[in-house]
């Protein structure tokens, strides 16, 4: 049997194809980058169990990948103060940005204010 090569029967192909292609992004989750506020230096690629898989922006072209735990990006931070020194500051006001958003413009403290006395996590 042989099919002739004709443009109705390629368009048909590159639609189907097209229709597949478009069907398995869809499938996939979508990978939310667990530090947002990293993004300029780190792009999230895979993440199985505990672990993310982070592609370093700053080695490029270089591919470079870390893990690191789903609870600290102290591994991403240790490879820019190590590999990218001149950034670290950078990387330092994007995390200290972050801990404002997420505990408030300022820190309680157990001591208080002008109270040499006081003993910290004791009452009166």
């Not at 292609?21 to 869809?26: D, I, K, T």
């Not at 996939?28 to 690629?45: A, G, I, K, R």
């Not at 370093?56 to 893990?67: D, G």
Request: glycine fraction near 4%; charge should be positive.
């Amino acid at each position: 049997m042989s099919v002739a090569v004709t443009q109705e029967n390629l368009s048909k192909v590159s639609q189907l194809s097209t229709s597949e292609e478009v069907g398995s992004q869809e499938d996939q989750p979508t990978l939310v980058h667990p530090w947002p506020y990293l993004e300029e230096f780190f792009e999230m690629v895979e993440r199985k169990n505990n672990f993310f898989r982070m592609r370093c922006k700053l080695c490029a072209p270089k591919y470079h990948e870390l893990m690191s735990f789903k609870n600290s990006p102290s591994n991403l931070k240790k490879h820019i103060e190590k590999k990218h020194p001149t950034r670290l500051e950078r990387y330092t006001q994007l995390t200290s940005a972050s801990l404002k958003r997420f505990f408030g413009p300022t820190l309680q403290t157990n001591q208080a204010v002008g109270d040499s006395k006081s003993v910290p996590g004791k009452c009166g």
